[in-house]
């Protein structure tokens, strides 16, 4: 399973990015007095008792942003909330209950997720009375002051109590529902793949524009191995967003980019790649998953001779951080190529849930290094103790060093293309975290010589 999401949300400044870096243990999230510093969603890897988590911090709720991106972070905060495992509800107990609290309240309610409501700011025990009044919002309270670091252990075993449960089970991987999501803008012939893939009518096709209103599930079957496409809605520029049909079809189509295991992203051969394309793809991108650059309606082109060579230089060209994404050329009606695409995306997921043997992966970085060492940071050479693979679908490769800021983004750069070519993650996106290392570790550099203690 992946790694579980915490997330902390509330209105402004009642200490959320002070919080995170307490649990952090490092100075990440920048902290001020002026309410709406923090933007975008800041997220750092973290050990809990064993657990490793993902934290994520996020910007105030309710705030109107002086630089007109309120919608921005509110769609930030909305994101961290639909992925997170476990949810911070931060209150401040010295300014004590504010209105912009209940919205936040509301907004959790509506959810399955498990809150845990965080009284901070509860510097000593004469604050403890005034905290009781959370008990209003009806999840469980827990009081802290990250300022005065106090109230860690009972935090930290809220959040355990809460996580899901840390399980793997590879037969029930063998016999997963592959889920694949079809999307791309608007009549790029979705619902036509859709059908011919199944081998019948199933959606509406039509060459009017946004005929497909909802994400829809097909369950169908391959060679006797069971698949889920997910048809979604075209997407739309925000701008173009006109009726509340509009939005909740993106919202929708976004949902389904992030419970899919597999996205295959639709182009229409005879049109130019467009700003909704590049939007797409950062979002897809942005949610580390399996990609397939699917060119349809591929037969439109054959009076123009146009060798596919061209298309995927095109692509590689418009996409450059995506060269590691596969291309297909597919004709939709008649199901030309969509056999040979399934397949392909099968091969995607697998190379998903790929493990690494720590061994293997300490080996490799050893090499890399000793070909290409990392620059000096400061005067002094960042180091690298060694790495392991926390997680799958995508892979999660944690590398503790020395200092993590020292390593450039071009030697990160390198390394994950060290990673993506010896591995079998060629084709999937791979999260690569740079951690501290702990005093309490005592593993060597890595230099072939891992010691454990």
Not at 43 to 63: S, V, W
Not at 78 to 84: D, K, P, S, V
Not at 275 to 299: E, R, Y
């Amino acid at each position: 399973m992946s790694i579980p999401k915490v997330a902390i949300v509330g209105r402004p400044n009642v200490g959320k990015s002070s919080l995170f870096n307490w649990l952090v243990g490092e100075r990440i999230a920048i902290v001020d007095s002026m309410a709406g510093v923090t933007r975008d969603r800041m997220t750092h890897p973290i050990e809990l008792d064993d657990r490793l988590i993902e934290l994520i911090d996020t910007g105030g709720m309710g705030i109107e942003d002086i630089d007109n991106l309120t919608d921005d972070v509110e769609a930030q905060i909305q994101l961290a909330i639909e992925t997170a495992d476990v949810i911070l509800f931060v209150l401040d107990t010295r300014s004590g209950w504010a209105p912009l609290d209940d919205q936040v309240a509301r907004r959790l309610r509506g959810i399955e997720t498990p809150v845990v409501c965080v009284a901070n700011k509860t510097d000593n025990d004469s604050y403890i009375s005034q905290a009781d009044e959370f008990h209003r919002f009806g999840f469980d309270l827990v009081c802290t002051s990250a300022k005065q670091k106090r109230g860690r252990r009972d935090l930290i075993d809220a959040i355990i109590e809460r996580l899901p449960t840390d399980e793997t089970d590879e037969e029930n991987h063998k016999r997963a529902v592959m889920k694949v999501a079809l999307v791309g803008r608007r009549n790029v012939g979705k619902s036509t793949f859709i059908n011919t893939l199944i081998d019948e009518p199933r959606m509406i096709v039509s060459n009017v524009p946004g005929t497909t209103r909802d994400s829809v599930d097909i369950h169908f079957e391959l060679d006797g191995l069971p698949f889920i496409a997910i048809d979604t809605p075209g997407y739309r520029r925000a701008k173009s967003v006109s009726s509340n049909i509009d939005f909740y079809g993106t919202r929708r189509a976004n949902r389904s980019i992030r419970r899919a295991d597999v996205v295959l992203m639709l182009f229409d051969a005879s049109q130019r790649i467009g700003k909704v394309d590049k939007q797409l793809v950062n979002f897809i991108a942005d949610q580390n998953k399996p990609c397939i650059f699917v060119v349809n309606k591929w037969d439109l082109m054959v009076d123009h001779e146009m060798p596919t060579s061209q298309w995927a230089d095109y692509l590689r060209d418009t996409f450059a951080t995506m060269w590691h994404v596969p291309i297909a050329f597919v004709t939709g009606q008649t199901g030309r190529n969509i056999k040979m695409l399934l397949n392909h995306a099968q091969m995607l997921y697998s190379q998903s849930h790929e493990r690494v043997a720590t061994s293997t992966l300490n080996k490799l970085l050893r090499l890399a290094v000793e070909h290409t060492p990392p620059p000096l940071h400061y005067h002094r050479r960042p180091k690298i103790y060694y790495a392991v693979q926390a997680d799958v679908g995508p892979p999660t490769i944690v590398i503790f060093c020395n200092m993590p800021d020292g390593f450039t983004t071009t030697y990160r750069r390198y390394l994950l293309s060290v990673l993506r070519d010896e591995l079998d993650f060629g084709e999937v996106p791979i999260k690569v975290y740079y951690r501290k290392r702990g005093k309490e570790d005592s593993k060597d550099e890595v230099d072939g010589k891992i010691k454990r203690s």
